[in-house]
């Protein structure tokens, strides 16, 4: 072989630098369409559903920024049409405070390997808990109006009994209208027409019926195994962990090592950083190694920070900087990705934006800055928002940072209170 060949095939078996692999999560979850299947409506969706299953994803961005992520032309209706035909479930995991909370998606053939029948994940165990799950599991799908008369509680108590249910992962609905008034209580409340308040309307039934207790633990340890590896690609044990996965790393890294010893996976050292412990489907390592170099084209997307997309403050660890306030998977929180490398973070509040001078490297500061101004103006006028204002870049004032320029460049104007984007601005 010739010297450059030899060279080729040493880089080849090289461990890839972690921007790579985050350009893999990218195109595998399908965000980077340009590296994805061009796939359009229900059957895109579907196919999220597929790649997206058991992760825990708050239900604030869920629909407006994480399905449109992925589904073009993504509506509301589209995921109602699957729950209410039964194709796909949701479950709720947890509450993140008054008005949100973390919520998985199932296909429902699925559901019965991928979720546990053995029950609540919350403290919910007083009599009135206890009178709806006896409603359900009698009566089976039920109206709130049942539940409630069954339970003969308060109607607010009733209520709120109901949704600690569906955030102990026990009840669900056929649609997804109850959990976006929960979500978004005021915008829901003028719109209500009925006695029954939207956050309680549709078909309310016990996540456990469509659940059997004849699978067994390492039936569904495989089968979460199997879904990790359908969502990243290459699976690594900080992403595990950022699943929380039951019985973390330790639990799960047997069952990989049993697949990997029968043939159906590779396992091997392929991201640097990230452990000798790295398992990866068919496929997977080839494209990891055709991403290895940047596009030639920037590619930029605008995400959740709590996306599954999202590799920073999960697989990855978040880029190091100096003094000041440090990033977070929070929900409301977003990214910019610049070709895999984290560009920007923008806190939940929208008023504050870190940067990080990592992702210059390869392409230059003035490139980076630029597509984050432009990634950050193309929210607006996105699933309502009307504006954006910036107070406060790398702890400075907006107007006085070193993006501000850029920024304005993008269609961002000076304010007292920083910089502001309006919508048709």
Known sequence: LSQRSLARLRHDVEPAPPDTYARLVLAWQGVD??????????????????????????????????????????RQGMLDELTASGAVLWVGREPLGPSDGRVSLYRADHVDYLLS?????????????????????????????????????????????????????????????????????????????????????????L?????????????RQA???????????????????????????????????TMEEAGRIRRGYFVEGLGAAQFAVAGAVDRLRALREPPEAPRTFLLAATDPANPYGAALPWPEREGGRKPARMAGAVVVLVDGLLAAWMARNERQL????????????????????????ASVGVKGRRALLIGEVDGEPAGDSWVADALCQAGFIRTSRGLLKRLGG
């Open 33 to 74: 369409r340009a590296e994805a299947a061009p796939l359009h409506g229900a059957e895109a969706l579907r196919a999220v559903v597929d790649n997206l299953q058991g992760a825990a994803i708050p239900a604030s961005v869920l629909e407006s920024q994480v399905l449109p992520a992925r589904v073009p032309e993504y």
């Open 117 to 205: 029948a053995s029950g609540s994940t919350g403290d919910v165990d007083t009599p009135l808990h206890a009178k709806i799950r006896q409603c359900l599991g009698t009566r089976g799908a039920s109206f709130f109006p049942q539940i409630q008369a069954a339970a003969g509680g308060f109607f607010r108590e009733t209520l709120e009994a109901l949704w600690d249910l569906v955030w102990a992962g026990e009840v669900t609905n056929d649609t997804l209208r109850p959990l976006r008034a929960f979500i978004h209580p005021g915008a829901h409340r003028r719109a209500r027409t009925t006695d029954v308040p939207p956050e309680a309307s549709g078909r309310w039934s």
């Open 207 to 219: 996540v456990r019926n469509y659940v059997s207790q004849d699978r067994s633990p390492e039936e």
């Open 223 to 257: 089968a979460l195994a199997r879904s990790l590896l359908d969502r990243y690609g290459i699976v690594v044990r900080e992403a595990a962990h950022a699943e929380s996965v039951p019985g973390g790393w330790a639990a799960l890294y047997p069952v990989l090592r």
């Open 354 to 377: 870190l940067t990080f001078t990592e992702a210059a490297r390869p392409r230059g500061a003035a490139i980076v800055t630029r597509e984050t101004a432009i990634a950050l103006a």
